[in-house]
């Protein structure tokens, strides 16, 4: 095999069809860039899992004068109820599940309702009493939560027990559809750009027909004929999938790391260090694509 032959016809092939390849060029970076967003985007809601979980709290809300008779029948919590739940959370039993526990008053949880809620007209109608006393539980092993649940659900004086993994898993549902609508995107962007290199190649391949046909009268092998058509489609999708990546770096360099991560500073985020990871799957992703189908594209050509 002629290695110069092959670069020659290679460069004839891209300056015939300037075009196309750039149109190769263009619907690879977006499909691709779609596919590091979906990666990524997979990534932040796996680093938001392991920062918030380990954070999340079960908090056991105790009866007020104000909470329904179905739950609280008693009326509002009394002293030795308090006393209660605070000596259940510190008894050897839960010792291995309880990190640590403080509890909140009514006027903790009015003030800590006026500095989140200071905007809100609402602030005006409610006082301290018409709030839950609350114990807040950190565990040592926030998937082990559910056995704080059980132990105080029910228990007198507790009006409920709720673990804040709910609220967080909610969320973390939101993102995943997010998540699995970008991988959708990028899926109809991919097969997009394979059936366009596909279509460039046997157009290509078409214009190059005559010098084929004397190829093959020669005796060349078709993978001789196949390589420069291939490398084609090669050159164009990792020029594509160049772009992809450095459109990952600049989104999470910039959008993320400038913008996002200093206007919630109580989250992680992922940063350039992922961006690098998931690049070189995105230069193969591209790789892959232009070569299968360049290859088969020229391979039903030549059977024709």
């Given amino acids: 095999m002629n290695i110069g032959f092959v670069f020659q016809e290679m460069w ?16 690879t970076f977006i499909s691709l860039t779609f596919v590091g967003v979906a990666a990524l985007l997979q990534m932040q809601i796996n680093e938001m899992k392991s920062y918030w979980y ?63 809620f200071a905007d809100s007209s609402a602030l005006a109608f409610i006082s301290p009493e018409q709030l839950n006393e609350a114990y807040w539980v950190n565990l040592v092993d926030p998937e082990r939560s559910d056995l704080i649940v059980e132990s105080f659900s029910g228990m007198p004086g507790v009006e409920e027990v709720r673990d804040q993994r709910g ?9 995943n559809i997010g998540s699995l609508s970008a991988a959708a995107i990028a899926g109809v962007m991919l097969l997009s750009a394979t059936l366009l290199i596909s279509t460039t190649i046997r157009l290509s391949a078409f214009s190059r027909r005559r010098e084929i ?26 020029l594509g999938a160049l772009l992809a990546i450095a459109g990952n770096y600049f989104i999470v360099d910039t959008l993320v790391a400038d913008y996002l991560a200093p206007q919630l500073p109580f989250t992680s985020f992922v940063g350039v260090d992922q961006a690098l990871t998931i690049a070189p799957y995105i230069l193969l992703s591209g790789v892959i694509l232009a070569t299968l189908a360049s290859g088969v594209s020229i391979r039903r050509y030549l059977k024709n």
């Fill in 12 to 27: 004839a092939g891209l300056k015939s069809n300037l075009a196309m390849v750039f149109s190769i060029v263009l619907v």
């Fill in 54 to 116: 380990d954070r999340a709290q079960v908090v056991v809300y105790l009866c007020t004068d104000y909470s329904s008779e179905l739950v609280c029948p008693a009326g509002a919590v009394t002293d030795e109820q308090k006393a209660s739940v605070g000596a259940q959370l510190a008894s050897q039993g839960l010792a291995p599940y309880v990190s640590d526990f403080y509890f909140e008053s009514h006027q903790d949880a009015y003030e800590k309702f006026a500095e989140e």
């Fill in 167 to 175: 609220y967080l898993d909610q969320i973390f549902l939101f993102l």
């Fill in 213 to 238: 046909g004397i190829m093959q009268l020669v005796g060349a092998s078709k993978f001789s004929i196949q390589l420069p058509f291939i490398l084609e489609g090669i050159i164009a999708a990792t």
